[in-house]
């Protein structure tokens, strides 16, 4: 059991945080406040997209003992993480390392539970100009932001951070075992030495918990949000990077990059020779993307958009243009990976990001991600008025009377850990089920060999009735036709991700548990763990599987499959939250996380 001593310690050494920090953007913070009606209040809902008329209620998939052809490469369950925008890092996570949010850890250690661990990037547009203030900032915060320069959507802030940012991390992997990823300034070239001091101290504080360093952030849009000249092109990126590189002296593989989102394509970095010039200092090659775009004015009707978040193909086309570039990272010894993503740029889609929706879209688009190759997939965390958020602390003028707010994708997340557990060997294959029909999908994860777990999406929300667009998957291992062996297991294990609707906002359930409903949770599940256990038929060597619409169903083969995922546990290690009802609440002005990076972007698809 871990020590929880810094956490008791919470009710006499939280401190309020004081609203003084400048709003650059157009958003009125009073307002907000005074309505409370923030984007995670938003109660938009959109018409959910028609039943397809051919729908099909029944299909046959035929697994292999052994293995099948065109699975993906192993992963572990730390896949689907979070990434934070710096800015915004010490609201959701604590301000201190004795001041660390006991929500936030609860939120870490359900994932770790299952999955083993959690993954967490910090970075975003406000590292490339941030700056390491070893002596604390003038205000006394962890951090502290400044008007900014550059002409991004997103009004991105000049942030300035302490050593305390760090520790906090670091306090955090005691807890929980969160690794992370740190982005390094890059725009300044270390002129002043500041990306050198933040590397260093990144490398000494957070050890065996940093994954890798991030150099850059989407550097294909620097010219256009005027970071670099008006011509910044690739040679000059090349450039760039070769001159940190030396100047950082970084000899071994940490590094990941080159996190473009919009106008280069990582074939055209890959193709000027990136990953041969790096080769030495790079671990992981990296892309950011989101599948669209709300940051164009005026803003897009989120109805139009319904359909691309309830489709297989959709989720699909979202990975197709990055596998040849994983095949070329995995053949020179990198890992590839999604540095940010989520629903949609600039916060995301009202009535789709926060909806039940987004939890089915984001469980195929892990699998996905799984099955292309992808180590990691980070899911971005903005402020406090984005739709996308996985979780989000209440607004400043509630804290005393709500909880924080759990978005539904936050359930995908838990889903895919449990999905792809804790041996780190996990291997996924889309299996193309009902000719890879568009309105569902379906997965098979395997371990050493074994088929351990399979994974069905049921996107069709029904108005025939409530079980009219219910399917039912049927699967063999072996036997059958395959001339092998039949190893069908005699029983398996469900679990169901439902909700009434499509467009459910809260009171979600994952196996019968939920966070309830909004700004009521303190990041532990409530509620009694239903697992339901179905009888195969052993005659035929078939297992069947009911898949309600609409809904996601996690299907253990295995009893070791349930228990090396901790689908069986009831509760995770939990973090007392008793101190965030009193006066020692450590608050953030509402108006620092409205402005936060992640809830505005730039125009290209794929940009925060």
């Given at each position: ?9 919470f009710?006499?050494l939280?401190?309020f945080?004081n609203a ?5 953007t ?16 938003d109660q938009t ?7 397809p008329?051919d729908?099909?209620?029944?299909f046959?998939v035929?697994l292999?003992?052994g293995?099948?052809?065109?699975m993906?490469?192993p ?7 979070f990434?934070?925008?710096l ?12 001041v660390?949010r006991p929500?936030f850890?609860?939120?870490c250690?359900l994932?770790e539970?299952?999955g083993?661990?959690v993954?967490i ?5 406000t590292?490339?100009k941030?700056t390491?203030n070893?002596?604390g900032n ?5 951090i502290?932001k ?8 997103t009004e991105t802030?000049e942030?300035h951070?302490t050593?305390d940012l760090?520790?906090t ?6 807890l929980?075992n969160?690794?992370?990823?740190f982005g390094?300034?890059f725009?300044n ?8 001091l933040?590397?260093q101290?990144?490398r000494?504080?957070?050890?065996q918990n ?6 850059a952030?989407?550097p294909d849009?620097?010219?256009i ?5 008006p011509?910044y092109a690739?040679?000059?990126?090349m450039g ?8 950082l002296t970084?000899?071994?593989p ?15 970095l890959?193709d000027a ?5 790096f080769q030495?200092?790079l671990?992981y090659i ?5 599948p ?8 897009p009707?989120?109805?139009t958009k ?6 297989h193909h959709?989720v699909?086309?979202?990975v197709a243009?990055?596998?040849a570039a994983?095949?070329?990272a995995?053949l ?9 993503t ?16 987004s939890?089915?879209w984001a469980?195929?688009y892990a699998?996905?991600?799984?099955y292309g ?7 971005h ?6 739709y996308y958020?996985?979780f989000?602390?209440?607004?400043t003028?509630m804290?005393?009377?709500?909880k ?9 997340q838990?889903i895919?850990a449990?999905a792809?557990?804790?041996?780190g060997n996990?291997?996924?294959i ?8 568009d309105?569902r999908a379906?997965?098979?994860?395997y371990?050493?060999?074994i088929?351990s777990r ?8 029904p ?10 998957a ?5 036997g059958?036709q ?7 297991p005699?029983t398996i294990k469900?679990?169901y991700?439902?909700?009434d609707?499509?467009n ?5 359930t994952?196996a019968?548990?939920?966070f309830?409903?909004q700004?009521m949770?303190?990041?532990?599940l409530?509620?009694d763990?239903?697992i ?10 078939t297992c ?5 619409g609409p809904?996601?169903?996690?299907v253990f083969?295995?009893?070791s499959?349930v228990?090396?995922s901790?689908?069986?546990i ?5 973090f007392?939250t008793t101190?965030?009802t009193g006066?020692?609440?450590?608050t953030?002005?509402?108006a620092a ?11 290209p698809?794929?940009s925060?």
């Amino acid at each position: 059991m871990r020590s929880k001593l810094s956490l008791l310690l919470f009710a006499s050494l939280s401190a309020f945080v004081n609203a003084e920090v400048t709003v650059y953007t157009s958003a009125t913070g009073s307002a907000a406040l005074a309505q409370y009606t923030v984007a995670s209040t938003d109660q938009t809902f959109l018409n959910p997209p028609a039943p397809p008329a051919d729908f099909n209620p029944a299909f046959f998939v035929q697994l292999y003992d052994g293995g099948m052809t065109g699975m993906g490469n192993p992963v572990s369950g730390g896949l689907f993480g979070f990434s934070i925008e710096l800015s915004v890092a010490a609201m959701l996570m604590g301000e201190k390392p004795a001041v660390i949010r006991p929500e936030f850890l609860n939120y870490c250690a359900l994932l770790e539970a299952r999955g083993g661990s959690v993954t967490i990037r910090v970075g975003g547009n406000t590292q490339d100009k941030a700056t390491l203030n070893m002596d604390g900032n003038p205000n006394g915060h962890t951090i502290q932001k400044y008007k900014g320069t550059d002409a991004s959507k997103t009004e991105t802030p000049e942030v300035h951070f302490t050593p305390d940012l760090l520790l906090t991390m670091a306090e955090i992997s005691k807890l929980v075992n969160a690794n992370w990823f740190f982005g390094i300034p890059f725009v300044n070239s270390n002129a002043d030495g500041n990306a050198a001091l933040v590397l260093q101290q990144a490398r000494s504080t957070l050890g065996q918990n940093l994954l890798g360093l991030q150099l850059a952030n989407e550097p294909d849009l620097y010219s256009i949000n005027q970071k670099k000249g008006p011509n910044y092109a690739i040679p000059d990126f090349m450039g760039d990077t070769s001159y940190m590189v030396q100047n950082l002296t970084i000899t071994e593989p940490i590094l990941a990059g080159p996190s473009v989102c919009c106008f280069w394509s990582i074939q055209q970095l890959l193709d000027a020779g990136y990953l041969n010039w790096f080769q030495q200092q790079l671990k992981y090659i990296d892309v950011m993307h989101y599948p669209d775009n709300n940051c164009a004015q005026p803003k897009p009707d989120p109805q139009t958009k319904y359909a691309r978040y309830v489709s297989h193909h959709e989720v699909q086309n979202l990975v197709a243009p990055y596998l040849a570039a994983s095949n070329a990272a995995v053949l020179a010894g990198k890992q590839f990976m999604m540095m940010e993503t989520n629903t949609a740029s600039c916060g995301g889609f009202p009535g789709i990001s926060d909806s039940f929706a987004s939890a089915l879209w984001a469980a195929d688009y892990a699998m996905q991600m799984a099955y292309g190759n992808f180590t990691y997939g980070l899911l971005h965390f903005g402020g406090q008025n984005v739709y996308y958020n996985p979780f989000t602390p209440p607004p400043t003028n509630m804290t005393k009377l709500r909880k924080w707010n759990t978005g539904p994708i936050f359930y995908a997340q838990l889903i895919s850990a449990e999905a792809l557990g804790k041996s780190g060997n996990a291997r996924v294959i889309d299996l193309g089920v009902d000719n890879n029909s568009d309105n569902r999908a379906g997965y098979a994860i395997y371990e050493n060999g074994i088929a351990s777990r399979m994974l069905f999406v049921n996107y069709v929300q029904p108005t025939a009735g409530p079980n009219a667009n219910d399917y039912i998957a049927t699967f063999a291992v072996g036997g059958a036709q395959t001339g092998l062996p039949s190893v069908t297991p005699a029983t398996i294990k469900v679990k169901y991700l439902r909700a009434d609707s499509i467009n459910s906002k809260d009171n979600i359930t994952w196996a019968g548990q939920t966070f309830g409903s909004q700004f009521m949770s303190d990041g532990r599940l409530q509620g009694d763990l239903e697992i339901i256990e179905i009888q195969c038929n052993t005659a035929d060597g078939t297992c069947s599987v009911p898949v309600p619409g609409p809904s996601v169903a996690l299907v253990f083969l295995t009893d070791s499959a349930v228990e090396y995922s901790g689908a069986d546990i009831t509760q995770a290690e939990t973090f007392a939250t008793t101190v965030t009802t009193g006066n020692s609440l450590p608050t953030m002005d509402q108006a620092a996380l409205m402005s936060s990076n992640g809830r505005n972007g730039s125009d290209p698809l794929g940009s925060t």
